[in-house]
């Protein structure tokens, strides 16, 4: 996940499209739905909201087992790139939306997947994307997705969100805890090596509070 430094506006979107069509879909997606699958529970009937979907790789993971997928993004021009690669029977089963996190009304679903795109939510306005995202999910539904720690490199150098692992298990409050697995290290973004500091979630809200 990269921004370049001068800001969203300014950023390559073509070019990290094209980039991030080379990965497969992300290991904390395929691990949920397998999980899911050897429970029995298969994407037929299911809905699924992608916060940030970028060039869709895992929206269409997604469509391909089975869920119906409302795939949103602030770039217009994700959602453009993510267009021409629903494959043509899949494309009754997919909304394409752009608009900010922070401005977009969820729908009721089973699964809300942000896989690295909440941390650009502005922090004025994140911890009420996270009730919307938790007021969004059906009984028995899931989150998945990441939230940046705050030893990232980006911490002080970006406007984005960051969460200690204390204030990471706060949120996770109310929900049967699936997963909660903390990553540190050195890698690459989009604009070049960068260190790490994350935290996967697989969250379900339980069906009686």
């Known amino acids: 996940m990269s921004v370049e430094k001068k800001g969203w506006a300014s950023a390559n979107w073509p070019a990290y499209y094209r980039w991030t069509t080379k990965r497969p879909p992300r290991e904390l997606l395929v691990r949920f739905l397998q999980q899911l699958e050897w429970e029995g529970k298969t994407g037929k009937g299911r809905k699924a909201i992608e916060l940030g979907c970028g060039s869709g790789t895992d929206s269409l993971e997604l469509l391909r087992r089975g ?4 795939a949103t993004d602030q770039q217009p ?13 899949s494309r009754g089963s997919i909304t394409l939306l752009s608009s900010p996190m922070e401005e977009l009304p969820l729908p ?4 809300v997947y942000a896989s690295f795109s909440l941390p650009f939510c502005p922090p004025k306005d994140f911890a ?5 995202i938790r007021a969004s999910l059906l009984p028995g539904g899931h989150f998945v997705g990441q939230l940046f720690g705050n030893r990232d490199e980006w911490v002080g150098e970006r406007p984005l969100n ?13 929900y ?3 997963l909660l697995r903390e990553t540190e290290e050195e890698g690459h973004s989009f604009s070049g090596p960068k260190h790490w ?3 996967d979630l697989i969250l379900e809200k339980p069906w009686r509070l």
């Open 162 to 174: 960051f969460q200690t692992l204390r204030r990471v298990r706060a949120l996770a409050r109310g």
């Open 67 to 70: 869920w119906r997928v409302l």
């Open 77 to 89: 021009e994700a959602l453009d790139f993510l267009s021409k690669r629903v494959p043509p029977r």
């Open 108 to 111: 009721r679903a089973h699964l």
């Open 128 to 132: 009420r994307v996270w009730e919307n």
């Open 176 to 178: 049967k805890l699936d």
């Open 197 to 199: 500091h994350f935290f």
